[in-house]
């Protein structure tokens, strides 16, 4: 039989029998289920699905935000949870103005991050995020990405077979623009050398045609032969680099495969460019 037992400071409910439940009632109305197959415990529901699950059929209203589940220390609750057509959860009190809350909205499929009641991050269904109440969708990051890329030094009109003391490439792409690092050390000819400009080619994505040379990097040359300043410039839609000098009063011009001294000539440079 089913029993209330008391021991000390310990009560007891049994609902005997195998899987029975044990339920509390108040008005003749179930508030409180506990599961004797799982031992879950439902509140507001006679068929829990988890350890404890909360239930309601209040579906407040933006103009009536009551909280439907709270869980509160010394006054201020510190996690409530309303089921409205935002389905907001709140960390700190949701009547303060001093409170975080994370919610979805259903009529763009979005998932919203906010502090003291204003919206910092927004993931948009397209998978873009925002920032700060940006709602553009074309300002939504769309992409992070970083790993490892293979540069190769060869010539435009005469590829060339070059090896490499050190053949390192790193990049990181946020959005459209990728920042990429290149090393190449003792650029070696043996296996039979190029002709034209210098490219150096492998860059991870394709450049963009959206600019002209707007996509010029810092670079550093040991053996080579030049005049002037130096940059490295991703070409349009390509994925390579060329080699360019300025000097006053002249035009600018491309390093030729034929400005490496030796074998023992090294190259390094940091660039960032649009896709």
């Not at 407040?60 to 935000?65: E, F, I, K």
């Not at 920042?179 to 210098?198: H, K, P, Q, Y």
Request: aromatic share 8%; glycine share 12%; hydrophobic share 35%.
């Amino acid at each position: 039989m089913s029993t209330i037992k008391s021991s000390a400071e310990n009560l007891t409910l049994n609902a005997d029998g195998a899987n029975n439940d044990v339920i509390i009632q108040s008005n003749a109305s179930t508030k409180v289920t506990v599961d004797g197959a799982t031992g879950n415990v439902g509140v507001g529901t006679a068929s829990p699905d988890g350890k404890l699950h909360l239930y309601t059929d209040n579906v407040n209203t933006a103009s009536s935000d009551a909280d439907d589940f709270i869980i509160e220390k010394t006054g201020d609750a510190g996690l409530s949870i309303l089921s409205t057509t935002t389905g907001r959860v709140y960390f700190g009190d949701a009547a303060s103005t001093d409170q975080g809350s994370i919610r979805y909205i259903h009529s763009d499929n979005s998932m919203r991050f906010e502090t003291d009641s204003s919206e910092r991050v927004r993931i948009l269904s397209s998978g873009g995020i925002t920032f700060n109440g940006d709602t553009a969708a074309a300002n939504a990051l769309d992409d992070y990405e970083e790993g490892t890329w293979t540069p190769v030094f060869r010539g435009s009109t005469t590829a060339g077979t070059y090896s490499y003391a050190v053949q390192n490439g790193y990049y990181t792409k946020i959005g459209r623009l990728v920042t990429v690092t290149c090393s190449l050390f003792n650029i070696d000819d043996a296996g039979g050398a190029g002709a034209g400009n210098i490219e150096i080619a492998g860059l991870p994505f394709t450049s963009s045609d959206d600019t002209h040379r707007g996509m010029i990097g810092t670079l550093e040359l040991d053996n080579f032969t030049f005049s002037g300043s130096l940059s490295v410039t991703a070409e349009n839609t390509t994925t390579y680099v060329i080699l360019r000098a300025s000097s006053s009063g002249a035009g600018d011009y491309v390093l030729l495969v034929g400005a490496r001294d030796s074998d023992g000539s090294d190259l390094c440079f940091s660039l960032t460019y649009q896709v």
